[in-house]
C-alpha cells in the first residue's frame, strides 16, 4: 500500500534516458523495467514520448509502453503513466493511448528551443494553449505540466536571463498548464542558483510551481536537489542508473540518479515511498535492454550501510 510522502519523486528514464542513448531497447524489456520500477514504489512514471518515430525511433513503440504500464495500475493503485508531447499532435495520440499526464517541453533558451522542437519559446507557449484546450474538451482530469528547459543556462545560448525564466514560467500559467517546473538541461545550475529561481517560482507561481529537474553534468545534481528542497521544492524527477540528457543539447549528459536521490532523502528521514532494494534490482532489466550502456549510481555500487532502516 503506498503511503503518504514527503517529497514526489517522478521516473523519467524511460523517456528522458532512453531519447539519449543510440540503441532502441526493445519494447519487451521496456515493459519489464517499468514493472519493475513501480514494484519499487514509484508513482509517477515517465514511460515515453510521442513524437514522430523518425526523429526518435526509441520511441516508436510508445503508445504500446502505455498500453502495458497502463495495466500496472490495477496491482498499483495510484500509479500515474505520464509521456511527454511536444505539441497537440502529440497530445491527442497520447490522450488517446490513456495516459494520466502530460508534460511539454518548453525553453527558457531560444536557440534551445528551436533545436529541440523547431519553435521559438513564444510559439511554444501558443502551442501550450492548443493542447490545454485539447485536455480540457476530451480528459479534463489529465493534468499538464511544463518543464522549462534549460532553465539555469543553456550550452548553444550561454546564459540564461532569471527575468526571462521567469516571465515564461508566468506565461506557461496564463495559457492553462497545472504546473510549471524548473529542468537544468545542460548541468550549469549551482546551489546558490537553483535556490534562488525557486524561491522566486514558488513566490510568482504559487500552486503551480512544480519539479525539479536536475542533471549531473559536473556533479552538482543531489547538492541542487537538496537546495531546491531547502526553499520548498517536493517534487524531483531523476532517472535509474543516471541515464539521460538531451540529443539536442551539447554537452548535456547524465541525470540526477534516482537511487542516489531516494537514499538521500530516506537517510534525512525524508519518506519518497520506494524501496531501495527493489530499486537496485529494477537496474537489471535496464542492463538487460541496453547492454554496454553505461549506467551510473554511487548507492547502488556501495550497498546500503550496516543496520539501515528507511
Known amino acids: 500500500m503506498r503511503t503518504a510522502l514527503d517529497v514526489h519523486i517522478s521516473e523519467v528514464g524511460p523517456r528522458d534516458g532512453l531519447q539519449s542513448v543510440k540503441a532502441t531497447m526493445p519494447t519487451a524489456d521496456k515493459c519489464r523495467w517499468i514493472d ?39 496491482i498499483y493503485p495510484g500509479l500515474r503513466v505520464m509521456a ?27 536557440a534551445h528551443s528551436l533545436a529541440n522542437v523547431r519553435k521559438t519559446s513564444a510559439q511554444m507557449v501558443e502551442e501550450l494553449r492548443s493542447v490545454v484546450a485539447l485536455r480540457n474538451e476530451v480528459a479534463p482530469g489529465v493534468p499538464v505540466e511544463v518543464g522549462l528547459s534549460t532553465a539555469f543556462g543553456c550550452t548553444l545560448q550561454g546564459a540564461v536571463a532569471e527575468d526571462d525564466v521567469i516571465r515564461l514560467a508566468l506565461a506557461c500559467v496564463e495559457a492553462g498548464v497545472d504546473e510549471v517546473g524548473l529542468s537544468d538541461t545542460t548541468g550549469m545550475a549551482h546551489p546558490a542558483q537553483v535556490r ?17 529537474h536536475m542533471h549531473n553534468t559536473r556533479g552538482l545534481g543531489l547538492a541542487n536537489c537538496l537546495a531546491a528542497f531547502d526553499v520548498g521544492v517536493r517534487s524531483f524527477d531523476s532517472s535509474l542508473g543516471g541515464l539521460g540528457g538531451c540529443p539536442y543539447a551539447p554537452g548535456a549528459s547524465g541525470n ?55
Open 36 to 74: 519493475a520500477l513501480a514494484a519499487a514504489g514509484l508513482s509517477e512514471i515517465e514511460v515515453g514520448s510521442f513524437v514522430p518515430a523518425k526523429l526518435l525511433p526509441q520511441m516508436a513503440d510508445v503508445a504500446a509502453v502505455v498500453r502495458h504500464a497502463l495495466t500496472l495500475t490495477a
Open 84 to 110: 511527454l508531447v511536444p505539441n497537440r499532435r502529440g497530445a491527442e495520440a497520447a490522450l488517446t493511448a490513456g495516459v494520466h499526464k502530460l508534460t511539454l517541453p518548453v525553453s527558457a533558451s531560444e
Open 196 to 212: 534562488r529561481l525557486f524561491t522566486r517560482l514558488r513566490a510568482e507561481l504559487g500552486a503551480h510551481a512544480g519539479a525539479a
Open 256 to 310: 540526477v540518479v534516482t537511487e542516489d536521490l531516494v537514499f538521500m532523502f530516506e537517510a534525512m528521514g525524508v519518506s519518497t515511498g520506494i524501496d531501495l532494494q527493489q530499486l537496485f534490482a529494477a537496474r537489471e532489466p535496464l542492463k538487460a535492454g541496453l547492454p554496454g550502456e553505461p549506467v551510473y549510481g554511487m548507492t547502488p555500487e556501495a550497498g546500503l550501510p550496516r543496520g539501515w532502516r528507511a
